[in-house]
């Protein structure tokens, strides 16, 4: 159980155009997802913190406008990067809570490239 | 928000050989979660603890919530090659921070 899925993988896009990450809970209802970015031998960074129907919350630092995040169900959000550049390039990795616990498990990430 | 730091940065231990990782915090957490990351992969959660004091394993893991609720411990026993990996620690709230993350190497 707990598990969680992310689409794509992996995408390459060009500078200036927009890319979307689907982030699904796919055996349990997500009350709280979260979106994490990593960089090279380096730790998770929160991004933003979203729950279903209401705005996300984003970290210090994090362009809201730049990194749309929509949590439309209980198991699907999406986060969008627009208008990419290079310096956007990097592991982008969500999360699921249920609420029930502060367990949060993981999918297994989208690597972006821009070029 | 909350400060984990997490020791030791990185481990280079010989197959068989047990290993012990720390994170202390600034605050007092009700919860430390465990995690370890393969490359390119998201992390996995290893093991959880609630309760001060708590001393849970998990096959050859076996982690402990520290007394204070303030540090928390996570050994390996007799390592293995697909030990190798990123351990993380966290320590959620409503600001979810991890600690930098323990890489291990295990040589055959």
């Known amino acids: 159980g707990a598990v969680v899925s992310q689409h794509p993988s992996w995408v390459i896009c060009k500078s200036g155009t927009s890319v979307k990450i689907e982030c699904r809970s796919l055996d349990f209802q997500a009350t709280t997802m979260f979106w994490y970015r990593q960089f090279p031998k380096q730790s998770l960074m929160l991004m933003a913190t979203s729950n279903e129907g209401s705005k996300a919350t984003y970290e210090q630092g994090v362009e809201k406008d730049k990194f749309l995040i929509n949590h439309a169900s209980l198991t699907l959000s999406t986060l969008t990067v627009t208008s990419a550049h290079p310096e956007d390039s990097s592991f982008y990795i969500c999360?699921?809570?249920?609420?029930?616990?502060?367990?949060?498990?993981f999918g297994p990430g989208t690597r972006l490239t821009v070029t | 928000g909350q400060q984990l730091n997490q020791s030791p940065q990185s481990m280079f231990i010989q197959e068989g050989e047990d290993v012990s990782m720390n994170c202390t915090s600034s605050s007092i957490f009700n919860t430390w979660l465990w995690y370890k990351q393969d490359p390119g992969e998201g992390p996995v959660l290893l093991i959880a603890l609630y309760k001060a004091g708590e001393l849970t394993s998990n096959g050859r893991l076996t982690a402990q919530f520290g007394i204070t609720r303030k540090d928390s411990f996570l050994n390996i026993s007799a390592s293995i090659p697909s030990d190798v990996g990123i351990y993380f620690c966290?320590?959620?709230?409503?600001?979810?921070?991890f600690g930098a993350g323990t890489r291990l190497t295990v040589k055959p």
């Open positions: 966290a320590g959620p709230s409503n600001d979810m921070r």
């Open positions: 999360s699921a809570m249920t609420g029930a616990t502060y367990e949060q498990y």
